[in-house]
């Protein structure tokens, strides 16, 4: 079975400086997506950036980038120039490939930004 | 609203009663999911649907949980004799082959209270 882990339950950064959550995640599949979700306080969950595994580039949308090490099952989010509005719970999630649809999450890790 | 919308957004129910939760997904999307996201983990994947059909449960759904989505609309998530580890939140979200590369679309969420 797929698992993913985020091995920092919190975060914290200033406000305009830059931070890495991590994410490792195991599978014997060599098609998959994997993911960066945001769930703001109270708020829905929505994507932030998604990784195709075939694909040697790193996603990047605007402030938000991948490191995809694939041989290392690696897959941390950077967010540059950290902004308030970046608070939230983070979670890695994987995705099968091969139309499957489920998504595995990991446990989390809650960011704040301080001012 | 072209959102996912779920009602109720929170419950309270004593042990041993039923809760019905509803899911309406955004209009065009025929893909829709159920997560159950306890607090301060990742959200677990409960169950998705194509159209009407019921296309994969996960363990986790015993037999006191059942979910419908009749008309390939709307969905309903049912649970039976409710327990006190029943209580977390119950995601829904709605996706569309083809479209945004199949993304997740994340409703609000029902947090459900069992005394």
């Known amino acids: 079975a797929q698992t993913v882990t985020q091995s920092q339950p919190e975060m914290s950064v200033q406000e305009a400086e830059t931070v890495t959550l991590s994410c490792t995640y195991d599978t014997s599949e060599s098609d998959y997506y994997l993911f960066w979700y945001k769930q703001p306080p109270s708020r829905q969950m929505i994507l932030v950036i998604r990784q195709e595994a075939y694909k040697q580039q790193n996603a990047t949308e605007n402030r938000f980038s991948v490191n995809f090490q694939k041989a290392a099952k690696s897959f941390s989010l950077k967010i540059s120039d950290s902004q308030l509005g970046d608070a939230a719970m983070y979670f890695c999630?994987?995705?099968?490939?091969?139309?499957?649809?489920?998504?595995?999450f990991g446990q989390g890790t809650r960011l704040t930004i301080n001012p | 609203d072209t959102g996912v919308s779920q009602n109720p957004r929170h419950k309270i129910t004593k042990r041993g009663q039923n809760v019905t939760f509803r899911c309406d997904p955004i209009?065009?999307?025929?893909?829709l999911y159920w997560y159950r996201q306890t607090l301060g983990q990742g959200p677990e994947f409960l169950t998705y649907f194509q159209n009407e059909a019921q296309l994969e449960k996960s363990r986790l759904l015993s037999d006191r949980f059942s979910a419908e989505r009749p008309k390939g609309s709307f969905s309903t998530l049912e649970i039976q004799r409710t327990e006190q580890g029943d209580s977390a939140m119950y995601l829904c979200?709605?996706?569309?082959?083809?479209?945004?590369?199949?993304?997740?679309?994340f409703g609000p969420g029902t947090r459900l209270t069992v005394l």
């Open positions: 999630a994987y995705r099968r490939g091969g139309g499957a649809q489920k998504l595995v």
């Open positions: 209009s065009e999307h025929n893909r």
């Open positions: 979200a709605s996706s569309q082959p083809g479209q945004a590369k199949n993304e997740q679309f």
